[in-house]
């Protein structure tokens, strides 16, 4: 956006608590000046204190230009799509979330070279600390499959680290609502310096999101010191309405989001998006049965990557929606709506 920097995005979302800290300001910066720190401090960015444009006179802006808080909160239930499915990975997906329909969709993709690498979330297996990466081979992709999305981690991060030094040129990036959002910003700004970016997105796997959760605040605080729950003891974590955690003795602990509020990343509570109506397939458990992933397949973009997947018998598909109980989550969403 013309005549805007940091000193913008600064004061028009990170001091107002918009802020979705998502990372993309961090992968854009061609100073490498803005940088997350985890802690009290990581509610939004921080700035080394140098700025091309504010400093040196350089029009810059590309940090305002893909934040997705600098547009109007969706309004949409859904967003438009082609078709809503469910689908099942037929592959052999150990630690998968629900139906691992997103890790079969992503290892296709990667071994018939549709992508070259994937921008994602991974997890210590000790820990369960989430950080983001970039993933080039389906052997970790599946060994990191069911990585816990409902963690915040700045996760467009990582995208300048596959753009901008690994010089990727198929990318897919896998992200909640924000992320994706970050991502259409990327892909339709006429900015110069966004153009490595927008040209080297290949797809965009959007995951439904109601909030996402400070690791430190809700491992530390809320499951170890008040529940006793190790998390080594963790196989399962979703939110559907409420926080479901299962654990390896088979037992469920199911927790009032209410009861977590303070956990959640504060510029959540702006968030009106469930469905991440800006993907090229939008990925959750809510509306399919135990063992199956519902996918939104919005664009012909994302039907590529499907049918591929299908075709090569990664994949298998199911009409069986649970549409209503999207659509109420996705309303419920709604309520968060910003007065204008």
Not at 128 to 156: F, M
Not at 162 to 177: E, L, Q, S, W, Y
Not at 238 to 261: A, H, P, Y
Request: hydrophobic share 40%; aromatic share 6%; proline share 4%.
């Amino acid at each position: 956006m013309a005549g805007k920097n940091y000193l913008d995005l600064k004061a028009d979302i990170w001091d107002t608590d918009k802020c979705a800290a998502c990372g993309a300001c961090v992968a854009v910066c061609p100073a490498d000046a803005i940088y997350f720190e985890i802690g009290e401090d990581s509610t939004h960015p921080l700035n080394s204190g140098y700025c091309k444009e504010v400093n040196d006179g350089v029009p810059c802006g590309a940090c305002y230009e893909v934040c997705p808080r600098n547009e109007k909160s969706p309004s949409e239930v859904l967003g438009e799509y082609l078709t809503i499915t469910t689908a099942k990975a037929e592959m052999d997906v150990p630690r998968k979330q629900s139906g691992g329909a997103v890790t079969a969709i992503l290892t296709n993709a990667l071994e018939e070279g549709m992508i070259d690498a994937v921008v994602t979330v991974v997890e210590d297996q000790w820990t369960l600390k989430p950080s983001s990466a970039v993933i080039t081979s389906t052997d970790v992709l599946v060994h990191q499959a069911g990585s816990r999305y409902n963690w915040w981690v700045p996760l467009v991060a990582s995208l300048k680290e596959a753009v901008m030094t690994r010089k990727f040129t198929n990318i897919a990036v896998v992200g909640v609502p924000c992320v994706t959002q970050a991502m259409r910003q990327m892909r339709k700004s006429d900015l110069d310096l966004l153009r490595p970016f927008r040209k080297n997105i290949r797809f965009v796997m959007g995951l439904f999101c109601t909030e996402t959760f400070d690791y430190e605040k809700l491992v530390q605080d809320k499951l170890i010191t008040e529940r006793k729950i190790n998390p080594l003891d963790i196989i399962h974590f979703d939110v559907k309405g409420k926080l479901e955690i299962t654990l390896k003795d088979g037992s469920m602990t199911v927790i009032s989001l209410k009861d977590v509020d303070d956990c959640v990343r504060p510029g959540c509570h702006i968030c009106t998006d469930f469905t991440a109506i800006d993907a090229d397939v939008s990925a959750g458990s809510v509306g399919s049965s135990k063992g199956y992933t519902t996918l939104i397949i919005r664009n012909p973009v994302g039907k590529q990557f499907v049918d591929s997947a299908v075709n090569n018998g990664k994949l298998s598909l199911n009409d069986d929606v649970n549409l209503e109980l999207i659509e109420k989550l996705s309303k419920k969403k709604l309520e968060r709506m910003p007065e204008e």
